[in-house]
Structure formats: C-alpha cells, structure tokens
C-alpha cells in the first residue's frame, strides 16, 4: 500500500486570543505528540510552528505569519496534516490511516475482506471490515492477532456471530 506523504493529524477548531494562535483538536496520540513537528501543513501550504503548548486536550499554536485573531480565523476548520518524515514512531507503531484499505484475513488464511473504516469508542478502536458482508472487529489483542501495514494485511480472530 502507497504511504501518502503527509498525515492528517487533526483540525483547526478555534482561535485563542488575539495574536493569531490557532486551537487545534488532534488526531493522532495526542496534544504532547504533535508539538513536535516543527511545520503544520494546512491546505497544503506549510506554516513554521513558533510554539506550541498543550491546553485541555487541544494544540494551541503560534504559526509563522498568522500574527493575528483574523489571519487565525481563515483557518478554521480546516485538516492539518503533519509531513510523515518527521514522525518518529516507536517500533511496531503505525499511523491508523495505513491500514484503512487493508486486507483483513483470518488466521487460518480466510479472507474477510477490507478494513474500511475505524470506529473510536469509549472502550477501544472497532474497525469495520466489509467483504461479502460486514463486521465490526474490536481493535483488541483477543481478536486483531497482527497488523502489517506495510504488507496491508491485518490477521483477525472471528467468533460466532462477528
């Protein structure tokens, strides 16, 4: 499977203050995370990040040239993606939207079919599989024995009824 280059990491959702800072709700494992990427693309355009500081599960940030409230507000609710080379993930890590498209196969080889989607909940990930129907596959050890998602295979334990 084709890596896209940069990741969507999260949104813009407000401004704070009135010099230009922008709160973004994140995506990935969360505010402490994200603040070390150096540049935020939004748009597709990249934005320096001045500084950075987590606030009630969000991202405030200074972006080099947002100076102010309504530069700041040009911005909302718009993706901010995070280039892929400057991650670095703890080994076996991966980023969820690798393995969205996936084959999912059971442990016996079986195909299942493609993991379309992935539910957050309260308790875990679900990801929803559709093949020649669907299944909603908790995202725990007990049911998703491995992820491979440079091969794209994700290898599943079903039981009755799943």
């Given at each position: ?7 969507e ?26 603040r ?18 987590e ?30 080379a ?26 299942v ?19 020649e ?18 091969a ?11």
């Open positions: 499977m084709a890596k896209e280059p940069y990741i990491a999260g949104r813009v959702v407000n401004t704070h203050g009135v010099r230009g800072e922008v709160k973004i709700e994140v995506w990935l494992d969360g505010p402490a995370f994200m070390r990427f150096r540049t935020l693309y939004i748009d597709g355009r990249p934005y320096r990040v001045l500084s950075a500081r606030q009630k599960g969000f991202l405030l940030a200074a972006l080099e040239g947002v100076e102010d409230v309504n530069a700041a507000m040009t911005l909302k609710g718009r993706p901010v993606r995070v280039d892929r400057e991650a670095r993930l703890p080994a076996g890590s991966f980023f969820l939207q690798d393995i969205i498209g996936a084959r999912v196969e059971t442990e016996a080889g079986e195909p079919g493609i993991l379309e989607e992935i539910l957050e909940t309260p308790a875990n990930r679900v990801y929803v599989v559709r093949g129907r669907e299944h909603l596959i908790p995202a725990v050890p007990a049911f998703v024995l491995s992820t491979d998602p440079e794209g295979l994700v290898t599943v334990r079903l039981i009755e009824g799943m």
